[in-house]
Structure formats: structure tokens, C-alpha cells
């Protein structure tokens, strides 16, 4: 009958192959999963970071609405004039295009104008007093000098009152309708005189009222990118993808009409954050009606490049015959490939910085500046034309008429004027000369300093002096000390302003600015691989320089990474099963887990390539820990059954190896240097005529247990229970250097636990007399293995030196001795036990005399007297030995003064007694021949 594999059979056998595809289904599965997709989320935090930085382009600055610009400005949100000054004076500081991170979505306040009521109101309103005062002034010289009859007073009052109030009346009207100005319109002035301002337009419809709708669909017609080719539709359903979670409808929601008809371009600021709540990716295109929104910075990016058209195609979006971001003024042309992953986002090559470093800004994220900054400059401006007022105001003359310095300070006034009106033009869009403005404006400043530093004062102080010393009153020289003073401030005031205009220049001109909200009350923060608080604007600015810059990061598709994982699991597979063992396994599985991040680390560092790593990576380590599992379990289910067929009859060191390598499982042995351990009890048939069989067992199993876990604790091997005795060795089936030492050991340890086990016996009365044990050790080689047939066989040892263990155990009675070793045994102890040396002896069945020593104890571990004792004892068997009897006789009664019941002693002092009364014998030898086992 054929006989059929069973699956667990068959498992076992192709275990390696099973452990692969196990590894690769589990990671493949859970990498569809959002734990998934956040470990391959982390994975490519730690490639970005163990990555070189990206090269960081020099023409990107961060303008930022910070706490510095909020604490001098006042609170967030500001009205729209002061943004629209601000992006004034930007142009004029050579920005080359503004961005805003910022939501116009619904209209402003209506605000003070107050270039009016700083300039125009008070010019206005003092040609008004002027008028009146002078109307006033003449009609009452009139009146005083009779010019005008009395009789025509009344009447010409009614005349004169009529006259002022018409002139207050056009004055309160002239005020009504200037001094309150519609900051949406300046703002969308300033946002015309920019001229490549982007604005936002939000992809999700946030509102729908009738100025939104309208807004849409201008931005529909004239803002959208229609030069888009996707004719697999991809990017709507990336869109879809994107905009799942969303609480708004689909739609877009741009910025208010007024605002975004006057902009370059819009696009939208919303940024894609992964399930783990991180920002990596992001989406460059947004699908309206046909139309296409694009990114807050990839729209003016492609108004740079210029492309002819945009071509979506798998994981690409390739800008046709773009203009070369490296140089686009240089007129070349090629396509642009931007890399996007498997749901079309642009991964973000992020820079290793923080957003801002507040004591070292160079190591920020970007140069950057704050809105304060051209703001302060504004400010400073408007104190310069102050002080033209207040020079003006002093109206210091001589009878020759006013001094040179009021016609200058008139003429920088009119000059301002006229810039003033200049810069109105522009913003009305009647003219369009920007740089003969700009150009124009400098050269005020410049005038302004000449005459500053032009000598003017000084004719001040000279008059003011004159005047003094004609009519000796002080007040002259104190108003020429307050009039100095304010000079100085005037030349400080000017100073501070070209410092800030130069600042202003160094940081601005040919930037590509981002503005954005970056104060600590901004909510407008994300999660980045490298930081946990990164204000919004920070992303455009990464994803414009990684465009820009062209250091795009290339994600390889998922299947690709499933496919090395596939490849890589298979070829270990294959090697698995040819390594047996576990360090092999284990160098395969970490050497290969290595080369996967290896791999991926290598791809991303030098070539920008991302390789999903979360599959391969750990379907490569799990397959190595599964096949070393499952290996081990197998393994330990044979061994286990190996245990329970052999653990009854085996000692437990033979089963484990017979475990580890059940090739042991045959008959044959081999010769080792070993130590065997013999030991018997004394009396013990005397003891078992005193007790029951049964209690006789119990007191032998109690005592072979304390006896038998001493021999182990040893790393003894037991060979076998002859009755009451234990055949044990050492050094086998473990080699053991120190077998002799262990043994030796194990004696004395045996001797000491049977103090404790006769003390707690005999107390509990069960036994009728003390255990005492006789021990023989020998070291020698010895034949130690498999003995017996196939069918049955035991693990234990034999030869001559076997032999001589177990004669030596029965020479303790001859000589009232626990524990006698051979000299080969104590030779290899290293002093390590106290001992003495006794008879050299030749044994039944051994011919050869064996020198004989007594341990008594270890030495470290031995009473002063014992070390005494043997002292005394190894100096009287010396002298025994030489024949030196009446010494031998002293010594030996010196050792009874010790102990006066020790055996040993007592035995030999008899001899050398016999020896003197009766002489030495012509034959006589220290050898003795013992006649009984």
C-alpha cells in the first residue's frame, strides 16, 4: 500500500520554504494595513534621517507674522493695510514674488486711511485755518480802520459767516470721504503692484454665498491650469482618496473676489498628513471642473518653468519643455520629471533643521525675516517726514526772510508729495513705471541725507547766536541747544532707516517670499519627520526647494519591494536548509536583515530612491526566526521523547548527550583519563537485620538521594546502585579538567551531608543507628561508553583503575578511614584538600603498589588542629618510611595528643611499637599486601 505524507510530515520536511511564505503573506497583509502603512511610515522617517540633508536654495525666504511682528503690531489677525504696505515696500526691497499662506475668505474692515490723516488732512486743514483766519484778520482791520461802514457790518457778517461755514462744510466732507478707506481694495492695489502675488484657494467649499460663487468661477476661467493631460484620470482619483475625510463638500473656495482677480496666480495651502498624523507627501494638483488647482508654491513654479504642458503617467507627472529650474532666465528647455508615490503625492525632501532657532537663525529652516522687519521701515520713513513738518514748523527768518534751510525742507516736501502721488498712480494701475519710482524714492533719501549733513543747522545756530548777543537774553542759546538736539535725533532717525532699508535689501532682493503665520497662537502646526511643531509655511518652502532644486526623493512602487522580499526569502530558504546549525542560521537571517536595510539606506543616500523597506525587512528576519522556532520546537519534541525512553535507566548528562546527538545511541566506548568514585556503607548488613525491608528501602533511597545529588551537583555521572553502594565517575560523559578536584570534593561534601542526614534521622527515629560511608576515588584511564547489545545497554566504565576505586573503598577498614585516594588522583587535587599519606599497598587483583592518602577535609575549609594532625601525621610516615622508628614512635604519640581517637594514628603506632620490641625484619618493606577486598 503507498504510504501518503501527512501535512505535518510534509511541513517539516519543506520547513524552510513553509517559514517564507508564512513571513511574506503576514507582512505583505499588514502592509495594506494603517499599522502597517505607520511602521513604513517610521521606517522612511529613519532612511530620511540617516540620509545627507538636501541642498538648501538660497533664493527662498520665509516671511514670518511671529511674536516679535504681533508684540509690535499689535494682535493677530491685522487689518489688510498694513499687509498691503508691507508687500509695498517687499517690491521695493526686490522681492520677486510673494506667497501667501494666508485665507483671504471673507472681506475685511473698512480702516482709518492714514496716509490722509498724516498728509492730506492736515495740509487741508490748514489751508482751511489759514483762509479763515485770514478772512477774519482783514475784516476787522476793515472794521477798526472805518474801511467799512457801520452801517454794512451786519451784513457783511452774514456774508463772512456764510463764506466759513461753506468752507468747514467741504472740509468735514473732504474729511468724510478720505479718512476711511476700503482695506480690501488697498489691499488688492498693493497685491497689483507686487505683481507676481499668489494667493489661496482653498479645495474644499467652505463657502456659498452668492461673492463666493462668483469668486469660484473667476478663478475658474482665468486661474486654473487647463494644460493638463491625465487620461487615465488618475489625479481626480487621488483626489477622491485625499478628500475622504473631509467635513466640506467638493469644491474650491479662493479667496475673495476683489483680492483674487489682482493676483498672478492662487493655489491651494492645504497639506496631506499621513494616518500617523505626520506631513511627508504632498498632492500637486487638484482636479475642478476640467481645470486644474495647483499646489501654493507649484503654481508660481510653473508660471516660472513656463511648461508647455503637464503629463500624468503612473508614478510621474513630467513637465513638458519646462524652462530649467537650475536657470530659467537662461531660455533652455527640457522636461521635468517629478517622481510621485503610489497615490501621486510629492514626497517632501524636508531639511534636518528646525523651523526657526532663536539664538543662532542661520540654523533655521531657510533664511527668514520677520513682517516686523519692513514694517520698521515704514515707521521709520513716516518719522522722517515728521520731522520735515517739525523743521518746517520752526519758521525761523530774518528780516531778510526765512533761512536757506526752510526752502530745502519745502522742497523735500514737495518731492515727497509728488512720490506720494506717484506711488498712487501705481497703485491705481495710471502708472506703471515701478522703477523710476523706486528709483526716485532713493534719491529722496539721499537728498534728505545731503542736506542733513549738508550744513543747514549750522546757519540755524549762527542766527539764533546773533540774536542772543543782541538782546543778551539766554532763551536764544537754549532754543539753538533743543534745535541741535533735534538734529542729532534727525540724523539718527535717517540713519536707522538706511541700516533697515540696507537689511532690507541684503534679505529680500530676488526672493522667492512665503508668508505665513508663525506665532506661538498659531494653530497652523504640523508633525514633520524631524520636527514635532512645524509651523505650515515651513512646508511650501520645502516643497519649492525640493522642485526647484530637483532633489526629488524616487518611491519605488510596493510591489517591487514585495518582489525583494520574495527574492531574498526564497535564496535563504534555499541556504537554510543546508545549515544545521543555529550560529549559521542566526548569521544568515541577521546578515541578510542587514543587507535589506543596507540596501534601502544605500539606495536612498546616494541615488534619492525610497525602497518600502517594511516587507522585506521584516519578512526577511521573521522567515530566520521562524525557521529557528519551528526547528527548535521539532527539535525539542524528538529530544523530549528521547527523554522519556531513556531518562528511567540513563543518568541525565548521558541522556543529553545521547539528546544532542543521538548518533551516541550504539555500542562501543573509548578510553579516557577519568576519575571513578566508589562508596559503600558500613555495617550495612547489620543495619538491615534491624530494620523492615520495606523501612531498610526507605532509609537507602533517602540516603542515595542526598548522596546521589551531591555526585551530580558535581557534574558526576552515576553509573549505577550496587545494594547500598554508588558507582560513580568523572569526566565523562562531560569533559571535566578538574574531574579529580570534583570528585575529591564530592567526597567531602558526601561526608558532611552525612553528619546532617544521621543528626536528622536518628532524632526522628528513622533509623536505628548512624550511616557511615567508606569512599574510594581513583584517576586513571579507564574505558568509558555504550556497553551491552542492541537491544540493551548501559553507559558505564571499566578497566583497572575501575578496579582499584573500588578496592581502595574496601582498604578504608584496614586503616578506621572515610575517604582513600590514589596518588594519581591526588596529584591532580592541586593541594586543594588536606590530607595524609598512608601505606603504599598492592591490592587483590593489582600488582603494581599504590601510594595511598587519607583526605580529611578541604584545605581552606580545615580546623587548625586537623592541619596540625596531618602535619605531624605526613612527618611520622616519613620517618616511619626511613626506618627512623624512635622519631616515628614520637610523632605518632604527638599525633594521639591531637586526636587520641584516631584510627590511623593508633594503627601505625602499634607497628612501630611491635618494630622496637621486636626488631626490624631483614625483609622488611613499607609495602603492604592486602589479603581481602
Not at 197 to 205: F, P, V
Not at 208 to 224: G, H, M
Amino acid at each position: 500500500m503507498e504510504h501518503r505524507m501527512s501535512f505535518r510530515d510534509l511541513f517539516k520536511k519543506k520547513l524552510e520554504y513553509f517559514s517564507a511564505l508564512i513571513a511574506l503573506v503576514v507582512f505583505i497583509l499588514l502592509s495594506i494595513s494603517p499599522s502597517g502603512s505607520n511602521t513604513e511610515n517610521s521606517m522612511y522617517d529613519t532612511l530620511l534621517h540617516l540620509k545627507t540633508a538636501p541642498r538648501e536654495r538660497d533664493d527662498i525666504l520665509l516671511v514670518n507674522i511671529d511674536d516679535a511682528a504681533i508684540e509690535e503690531i499689535g494682535a493677530w489677525p491685522w487689518s489688510r493695510d498694513v499687509i498691503a504696505d508691507i508687500l509695498i515696500r517687499l517690491r521695493e526691497a526686490g522681492g520677486t514674488h510673494a506667497v501667501f499662506d494666508i485665507e483671504y475668505l471673507s472681506p475685511g474692515q473698512t480702516g482709518v486711511n492714514r496716509d490722509y490723516v498724516r498728509s492730506q488732512f492736515p495740509q487741508d486743514y490748514r489751508e482751511v485755518q489759514e483762509e479763515i483766519l485770514s478772512y477774519i484778520d482783514e475784516f476787522a482791520t476793515a472794521v477798526h480802520d472805518g474801511s467799512i461802514p457801520k452801517d454794512y457790518v451786519p451784513e457783511i457778517s452774514e456774508e463772512m459767516i456764510s463764506y466759513i461755514n461753506s468752507r468747514l462744510g467741504g472740509l468735514s466732507d473732504e474729511i468724510t470721504g478720505n479718512i476711511f478707506r476700503d482695506n480690501d481694495a488697498y489691499f488688492a492695489d498693493a497685491i497689483a503692484f507686487f505683481a507676481h502675488t499668489y494667493l489661496t484657494i482653498n479645495t474644499e467649499r467652505i463657502n456659498e454665498n452668492e461673492d463666493a460663487v462668483k469668486a469660484e468661477q473667476w478663478v475658474r476661467d482665468n486661474l486654473l491650469f487647463s494644460n493638463v493631460v491625465d487620461p487615465h484620470r488618475l489625479i481626480d482619483a487621488e483626489n477622491e482618496k485625499t478628500r475622504k475625510d473631509s467635513q466640506f463638500e467638493k469644491g474650491i473656495s479662493p479667496a475673495i473676489l476683489s483680492l483674487i482677480q489682482r493676483v498672478a496666480g492662487a493655489g491651494f495651502p492645504n497639506v496631506y498628513i499621513d494616518e500617523d498624523g505626520v506631513r511627508r507627501r504632498i498632492p500637486l494638483l487638484v482636479e475642478h471642473e476640467g481645470a486644474y488647482v495647483a499646489q501654493l508654491v507649484f503654481a508660481p513654479i510653473l508660471h516660472i518653468l513656463d511648461p508647455e504642458r503637464m503629463v500624468r503617467k503612473d508614478y510621474r507627472l513630467i513637465l513638458e519643455n519646462a524652462l530649467d529650474p537650475a536657470d530659467p532666465a537662461s531660455g533652455v528647455r527640457r522636461d521635468l520629471v517629478i517622481p510621485l508615490d503610489e497615490d501621486g503625492r510629492l514626497l517632501i525632501n524636508w531639511l534636518k533643521k528646525k523651523f526657526s532657532v532663536k539664538d543662532n537663525p542661520e540654523e533655521g529652516s531657510f533664511k527668514s525675516i520677520s513682517v516686523f522687519a519692513l514694517y520698521a521701515c515704514d515707521d521709520i520713513e513716516e518719522k522722517l517726514i515728521d520731522n520735515l513738518a517739525a523743521m518746517e514748523a520752526m519758521g525761523i527768518k530774518t528780516a531778510q526772510g526765512y533761512l536757506s534751510y526752510h526752502d530745502a525742507v519745502l522742497y523735500l516736501q514737495s518731492v515727497y508729495s509728488d512720490l506720494h502721488d506717484w506711488k498712487a498712480a501705481l497703485l491705481s494701475g495710471e502708472r506703471n513705471d515701478h522703477d523710476g519710482y523706486f528709483a526716485a524714492r532713493a534719491s529722496f533719501f539721499a537728498d534728505y541725507g545731503e542736506f542733513l549733513s549738508g550744513g543747514y543747522d549750522t546757519e540755524i545756530y549762527e542766527t539764533l547766536e546773533r540774536v542772543a548777543d543782541a538782546t543778551g537774553e539766554d532763551q536764544w542759546r537754549d532754543m539753538s541747544a533743543s534745535i541741535r538736539k533735534n538734529f542729532e535725533i534727525y540724523r539718527q532717525d535717517l540713519a536707522a532707516y538706511n541700516k533697515q532699508y540696507k537689511m532690507l535689501d541684503e534679505m529680500c532682493r530676488e526672493r522667492f517670499c512665503i508668508f505665513g503665520y508663525s506665532g506661538v497662537g498659531t494653530s497652523d502646526l504640523g508633525v514633520t519627520p524631524f520636527e514635532k511643531l512645524y509651523p505650515n509655511v515651513g512646508t511650501h518652502a520645502n516643497i519649492f526647494n525640493t522642485i526647484m532644486s530637483r532633489q526629488f526623493i524616487t518611491p519605488l512602487p510596493g510591489w517591487m519591494s514585495w518582489l525583494v522580499a520574495i527574492l531574498i526569502c526564497y535564496v535563504n530558504a534555499l541556504t537554510y536548509r543546508r545549515i544545521k546549525s543555529l550560529r549559521g542560521r542566526m548569521t544568515l537571517g541577521i546578515s541578510s536583515t542587514i543587507f535589506v536595510f543596507g540596501l534601502a539606506v544605500f539606495l536612498m543616500a546616494v541615488f534619492n530612491i525610497y525602497l518600502p523597506v517594511f516587507v522585506p525587512l521584516l519578512s526577511v528576519f521573521a522567515t530566520f526566526l521562524l525557521v529557528s522556532i519551528l526547528r527548535f520546537v521539532f527539535s525539542e519534541q524528538e529530544k523530549s521523547f528521547l527523554r522519556k525512553a531513556f531518562t528511567m535507566y540513563l543518568s541525565s548528562d548521558v541522556v543529553n548527550q545521547i539528546v544532542e546527538d543521538p548518533s551516541l545511541l550504539k555500542l562501543g566506548g573509548h578510553e579516557k583519563q577519568i576519575t571513578a568514585l566508589f562508596t559503600d556503607i558500613k555495617s550495612f548488613s547489620t543495619l538491615s537485620e534491624k530494620v523492615t525491608p520495606e523501612h531498610l528501602v526507605e532509609i537507602l533511597n533517602r540516603y542515595l538521594t542526598v548522596m546521589s545529588d551531591i555526585v551530580l551537583e558535581q557534574k558526576g555521572t552515576i553509573d549505577k546502585y550496587i545494594g547500598d553502594a554508588i558507582v560513580s565517575f568523572f569526566g565523562a560523559p562531560l569533559d571535566l579538567p578538574d574531574h579529580a578536584s570534583r570528585a575529591c570534593l564530592a567526597a567531602v561534601r558526601m561526608k558532611e551531608a552525612e553528619l546532617a542526614l544521621n543528626k536528622e534521622m536518628l532524632a526522628a527515629g528513622e533509623t536505628p543507628m548512624p550511616i557511615y560511608t567508606r569512599i574510594g576515588i581513583n584517576t586513571g584511564a579507564m574505558v568509558v561508553g555504550n556497553m551491552g547489545t542492541d537491544n540493551k545497554m548501559n553507559y558505564t566504565i571499566m578497566g583497572n583503575d575501575v578496579n582499584l576505586a573500588a578496592r581502595l573503598e574496601g582498604v578504608n577498614k584496614q586503616y578506621g578511614t572515610w575517604i582513600l585516594v590514589s596518588e594519581s588522583t591526588w596529584e591532580q587535587t592541586g593541594g586543594m584538600f588536606l590530607g595524609r599519606k598512608l601505606d603504599r599497598v598492592r591490592v587483590v587483583g593489582i600488582d603494581t603498589p599504590v601510594q595511598l592518602y587519607n583526605i580529611m577535609g578541604v584545605r581552606g575549609e580545615a580546623k587548625p588542629d586537623q592541619v596540625a594532625l596531618a602535619d605531624r601525621f605526613n612527618f611520622a610516615i616519613d620517618a616511619y618510611r626511613a626506618k627512623k622508628f624512635p622519631d616515628a614512635l614520637h610523632m605518632f604519640t604527638k599525633c594521639l595528643e591531637l586526636d587520641p581517637e584516631d584510627q590511623p594514628t593508633q594503627i601505625f603506632l602499634e607497628r612501630v611499637k611491635k618494630l622496637l620490641k621486636e626488631g626490624t625484619p631483614d625483609a622488611w618493606s613499607d609495602v603492604i599486601n592486602m589479603t581481602s577486598k
